[in-house]
């Protein structure tokens, strides 16, 4: 669904607006219109003189920036930027660096492709994967890049068609109004468009993109240098990754023309030069009300990161059994570790109890100027309360919401595929604007792409993850309650797990088709048993979204733009809203910074790599690694950290100098930006990045990839 | 060490002072002198006429009691409960019901004796237990139990010690007191003495106990109903659990002649009846300050929860290998499971606003009333302040201390076999006073029944908890940190966890006699791999124990005495200590509660628990019910509900009436007592129990323990 977005801290996460593997979710498709993803200016206090913001690229502070860098960059500027900027839909971004569709992203972005295209005898993860002719470039199986082509507002139709709208009538005429400009923006499968609320319902702007569905892969290096220090290393500096890999978009079975790219940058990033970076931060939420943040602090991370942590261990012990599972389990697993470790940084930035009290004390001061006009107070001044109380309703009604109807629920894949081809007779048979989100015309492609993937499904871990969800969900529900049973039966939970996948014949996307094909006959008379499970819960779990969508996400929203109204009218609008996965674009320099006494320069080198190893997991180069050594410029940067201000989403982004060649390419936020979902430190705050240099450094010394960086132009 | 038995929730947790299945986690020892197992009274607001309160049997409020149930005990029925009851050392309670030494306690009490006694070809855990003979009773490998004889008020002793201690030296002076009174009253190894601190330093009384290690199993029903329902249905109600064991003590080789004990009730428990339980509960927290409340909160219980829970992934995962890791997991499975759920309703309390700020409040007004009384304010105004800062030192030190110090962190047997040997040398050469606390005189039984104890290790379980916790120690602590580098070295923790595992001697406890029998020269010359790691890391192990004793743990007892002190006055000394893992007596009634408008009745009967098995786990009756069924009288009471206020320690306490018979066995809280850790709901906190004539149907109609119903009287 389209909330998943804002639900995932995903600094590093590949799938960042998709948690599960479930090729259906449709969180990937549809970020928009949930309220967590929307968002309101910083309060004035938290700008300063700071590089903190995720600009708008339509509503850019180029003043501010002449006056803080010296730089002001022309409309020709930022358009070659707009169009040089990829998104991945799974929720990553990337960068178009040649005029052929040649996408740099991450490692960890193209990790899921990596793993589908990889086979018991052949693990594309281990040994990494270079194309050394075009004809050998490989395509993802469910991977789709967008380009953005244009932004148009439309916050007055938006703003009409929600006028008097009840509480009631709120969620519903909401959904309705984003479907209509959607599907009257998507002239065909080839063009995506997404209306996304920018300053919690303050503006809407309608953003439409080129769709790419054929994306095939160039190279990619071994996990053991793209993750280097692995876990124990994930988030920290000093660091030593190569977290690239190259995709190329093709279109028509051709690659893609792309005129406009980003250059190279020769000397690559250096000490205190100002660098941007382009991409798509996916959630922020420093706008939230404090009783939002609350809700945050003790109930949705502590819940989510206990669930996770088990689930880390499960696959942990499960990847021990061999190469196999280990093969298998990575990519989920990395994903665990990945948003475990930066939910952990967001409580902690909750658990400051100074932050946390000038949070208190902010909102304390906007109330109390709305208080004092009597007009603003008697349209705004009720929607702190409001929001307040559509906490409880969320506590009481969450649970159900995101364990049946949610992609967090059950961690099913098959599941996912059983539940969109139940739902999809009916929903098609609605007119557009009543349907589920992900089943609107405009989304309609991602979900087809996921349903009809031909990636490999693995009957074991599917039996591994639906089962322990099952006995999550009873243990969380408890056994008595009136979904578990109808879910469970008498079963237990794992027995129950290992029967439907051992009779279903989902994993088959023939199958799968012949079902969507045959519409609802055809799917009345499956005996599939994931067929029959997703059909006994349909009712229950659409009512649970139904509530939810009323009760919690209608109320936050509809009061959320009166909390934007209050904020536009007391700080203004030079401002950027809450990260929304859109292009952003943010300014910083190459920097350091001080940790408790102690100096963290901004640079490694690839010298240094040598010298962290230790020939043992995580630390462990590759042979290739080792046998290159004396060929290489051992005191070539390899990363390097900049204050711009980024989050999860912005994986894979490029940075680039003021003359829009790059400089290099983020791949991770230190352990303070972690906390950069409430708010930015320009003190403790920095993205991680590889060095231009170290990228043609290995490919070319290490890798032997002549064509790729011939098409770089180095 | 004395410290773990505060950190744990378990209130059905077997070894609820000891969280780790190493024999030697010394906390199973000496709960006492911990701050955290320390206490204050509930401030005079928390009381009212409720039932709450876990009284000292030599203050017990007779006229209370008498006011509000009309009962008065006298001297001489206090004393006969007090000679009637019987700790478990492990962390559990139980009664004596027979003249030859007979005591009654949970299974999940006795179940790490039951693993330990069980074979890859008999698991008793899965087939119960009974000795028709008294020849069949079979030894537990390490179990201590011990039986109150005497307290003695040592306050003015412990204070004229303590009198003009420096922060510095004040838990240095504090130990080396307690180490001397103990000493003093030690007259043999059947004799243990425990000097408990009480209202948080307001009071220190000494326990002297007669101690047993010769305890035999007698009787245990099998898993499957010993604990129905499993870990969906714990700390819930309706329960229809069969958690019970019977033990036998041994006196030289021959069965205690027991003449006091607990008598049995024909009628067992009706509803609104008077109850008393008396028990051992571990530890409650209901006088912590708002700094350390907030610590709990922010801290420790979040980060408890997310490493359990991923060690319970990872113990789940294993389980399913085979019927013997299934085995082998199972008790440490357990607890995990038991202590998640209760760590989770602790939390949720602390996460309640309305309580926490009644918490503030309390707080508050205590501190106006210090400051009022210049005398006072001067004396004891900054303790609120200094425990404030302890906070801060907690922070930065507890890492540290937890994972590597206290039987949280390595999670091994062999590892803390190997670090008392490295340090028995060293500590026994010095005078009792100085020693760390386990090595003390008095406690050197408990430590060498489990330095020597038969009972098996498991070479692929201990690989797989000491590979995870050294894993757990990289994150937490840093691969760069000194002593993470000084524990792993360049190893993969899980390769360096099996290979130590596989190079060691010390399972066979001959191994481990031999090394402490040779003292230094043996420890010095030994190349054991787990010896080696012990020694290599015991400098740095003492400097943050000794670090966290002083700067953390010494400024908490120091100020909180001054706080107890400011309560005393305040509010007079008519209250209750906080829970120490000492007798304490509680008395209640027989009384459902009301959940959200749903009125849950006090009692279930045997057959509901034929109406809610399904088959399957963990909700399968065992054959040998399912044979019985016709020959029971289904409508039996089977568990029931009191208003008693226990907490985890209270497990196995007997439910008695005012004749002192028995009418049910304690064995678990409903989820609202979960809260309890920190203050007492009468509305809805609940001790749930198994009743008097549902065990004696079980045992005379399923079992056929005929030996046992006729030892019991019936």
Known sequence: MHRSLALLGCLTLAACACPERAPLCPSTEVPTPHPTATSGPPLAAGLGDTDEGMWLLNEFPTERLERLHGFAPTQA?????????????????????????????????????????????????????????AADELRCPDMEVNQLTGIEDVTDRMKAALAGASEQEFATRRKAAVASLEQACTTSDAVRCDVVDLYRGGKYHLYKYRRFQDVRLVFAPEVAIAFFGGDPDNFMFPRFDLDVSFLRIYDGGAPLASSRHFGWSAAGAAEGELTFVAGHPGSTERSLTVSQLANRRDVRLPERLLWWSEERGLLTEWSQRGEDQRRLARSLLFKRENAIKAYKGRLAALHDSAFFARKVDEERALRARVAADPALAASVGGAWDAIESAQTA?????????????????????????????????????????????????????????????????????????????????????????????????????????????????????????????????????????????????????????????EVDGVETRNGELVAKARFLAFGTAQYPDATFTLRLSYGVVRGWSDEGRDVAPFTTLGGAFERATGKEPFALPQRWLDARSK???????????????????????????KSEIVGLVFDGNIHSLGGAFGFDDQKNRAVAVHSRALVEALAKIYGAARLVEELGK
């Open 77 to 133: 500027w930022l358009d070659h930027v707009r169009d040089s900027s990829i998104r991945l839909a799974g929720g990553c971004s990337g960068s178009l660096v040649s005029s052929h569709g040649l996408v740099m992203t991450n490692h960890h972005c193209a990790e899921k492709c990596i793993q589908q295209l990889s086979t018991k005898q052949k693990d594309l993860t281990e040994a990494g994967f270079y194309a050394a002719s």
């Open 394 to 550: 969320r506590r009481r009604l969450h649970r159900h919401y995101e364990l049946v109807e949610e992609g967090e629920g059950l961690e099913s894949t098959l599941f996912s595929i059983a539940r969109a081809l139940v739902r999809g007779p009916e929903e098609l048979g609605k007119p557009n604007a009543e349907r589920l989100h992900e089943f609107g015309d405009a989304n309609l492609p991602a979900l087809k792409q996921s349903l009809f993937s031909s990636a490999p499904v693995s009957a074991e871990l599917e039996s591994l993850t639906l089962g322990a969800s099952l006995v999550h969900l009873r243990e969380v529900l408890g056994p008595d309650d009136a979904l578990v049973k109808k879910l469970l039966g008498a079963d237990e939970p794992r027995e129950l797990a290992r029967r439907l996948v051992a009779g279903t014949k989902l994993a088959d996307p023939k199958v799968r088709q012949a079902l969507w094909d045959g519409g609802k006959a055809a799917l009345d008379a499956s005996k599939d048993p994931f067929i029959e499970l997703a059909r006994r819960i349909d009712g229950e779990a659409r009512a649970y979204r139904r509530r939810f969508e009323q």
């Open 632 to 658: 290489l410029a051992l005191d070539t940067p390899f990363d390097f950290v900049t204050t711009n201000d980024i989050i999860g989403g912005n994986s894979g982004s490029p940075v680039f100098n003021a």
